[in-house]
């Protein structure tokens, strides 16, 4: 993430900082100052300075002042630029979400649905908490790639997706483990069986069907927990979940496992 987050604000800051080439006024005021010269000061304090509040502020006077300029856009796209580098991800995500009612032909459009994915991306909580900013990332990163299949943005998005999917799948073993504990089977099994189903590439469909093979044996299920069981031995023999698994169903049926070898 964070050399994503240097690598584009390199290539963004340095593109911006070649449209102008005007002195940079340590104060401006915005009803008689060129909009160009303020984007200037703007990107000082930005980039110079790091003042990024002031920053923030700055452009978002350009766009206030100057809204029907060519640098208008820019400004709003800096302006979200400037929260997401100090943390302010929703206000990040407001001026994104502007911007892209406005301008949805823009050139910066690509960067803009990117740097909205970023900015959730940057609130992914750990799986003890929930998960649905990680739906949220999730969604936006799919629309990068799909939107931009061919850019580098699209290549990270999918990078992130696929930790973003883990995220997800975690979250929902931890639920039906807590689940278990409760005794609450059916709600566990459903969480287990979401695993199995929606995150077969992630690690955690392993625990997901050792989970499976121990609620269908607390439901009385012994059909379902040896199918489950025996899905889990084929894809993952060498798994400490099919070990587990292994052993509680010699414990349960050491007759039907024994016929089964």
């Not at 980039?47 to 006077?61: M, N």
């Not at 206000?91 to 911007?99: G, H, I, K, S, Y």
């Not at 929606?198 to 607390?218: C, D, G, K, P, S």
Request: charged letters at 25%; proline letters at 5%.
């Amino acid at each position: 993430m964070k050399r994503a987050k240097r690598f584009f604000k390199t290539v963004l800051v340095s593109a911006a900082a070649a449209l102008c080439a005007c002195s940079t006024p340590d104060a401006a005021d915005p009803e008689t100052t060129a909009p160009e010269r303020l984007y200037n000061r703007a990107l000082d304090l930005l980039v110079k300075k790091h003042e990024y509040t002031l920053a923030a502020s700055a452009f978002d006077e350009i766009d206030r002042y100057y809204p029907y300029s060519r640098w208008a856009p820019r400004a709003q796209i800096m302006q979200a630029f400037s929260y997401y580098v100090k943390r302010e991800y929703d206000d990040a995500e407001q001026v994104l979400d502007r911007f892209l009612q406005l301008y949805p032909g823009n050139s910066f459009a690509p960067y803009a649905y990117y740097l909205k994915a970023l900015s959730l991306y940057a609130q992914l909580s750990d799986t003890d908490r929930d998960q649905h900013m990680t739906q949220r990332t999730l969604d936006a990163l799919n629309e990068v790639a799909r939107r931009f299949p061919d850019t580098p943005y699209a290549a990270d998005a999918e990078r992130k997706i696929v930790l973003a999917t883990d995220y997800l799948a975690a979250k929902q073993v931890k639920i039906g483990v807590f689940y278990l504990k409760r005794n609450e089977h059916i709600a566990a099994m459903n969480r287990f069986a979401d695993v199995v189903r929606n995150f077969q590439q992630t690690a955690h469909v392993q625990e997901a069907l050792y989970r499976l093979t121990e609620t269908y044996l607390i439901l009385g299920l012994d059909g379902e927990a040896r199918k489950s069981a025996a899905v889990l031995g084929y894809n993952y023999p060498s798994s400490p979940w099919y070990d587990k698994a292994y052993a509680l169903m010699k414990k349960h049926d050491p007759a039907a496992l024994a016929a089964q070898d």
